[in-house]
Nanobody, 116 residues
């Protein structure tokens, strides 16, 4: 069983920065595809950024140039550096670990609120 624990959320003003972290338990982290998703009130959960086991990254168009996903396999941790935050980035951010054919795990989420 894999356990994912997110941290780093909070309240920030527009234009500010936050760094989210997601620590994973177990021994499969380095083989897994890691993703950050977000869900705003009344909206569906959406993919923000992902990074493969080979460190290939992809981003939603809305965050390109502002967010950076990275991973540290030695620490079983994936990060999401969020810069130039906008009010519309406000959401609960979830960490996801995917491996194999359809095997997927989720964290409980961390709230990010961008407001003046």
């Amino acid at each position: 069983q894999v356990r994912l624990v997110e941290s780093g959320g909070g309240l920030v003003q527009p234009g500010g920065s936050l760094r989210l972290s997601c620590a994973a338990s177990g021994s499969i982290f380095s083989y897994a595809r890691m993703g950050w998703y977000r869900q705003a009130p009344g909206k569906q959960r959406e993919l923000v950024a992902a990074i493969t086991s080979r460190f290939t990254t992809n981003y939603d168009d809305s965050v390109k140039g502002r967010f950076t996903i990275s991973r540290d396999n030695a620490k079983n941790t994936v990060y999401l550096q969020m810069n130039s935050l906008k009010v519309e980035d406000t959401a609960v951010y979830y960490c996801n670990l995917g491996i194999g054919a359809g095997e997927s795990y989720w964290g409980r989420g961390t709230q990010v609120t961008v407001s003046s």
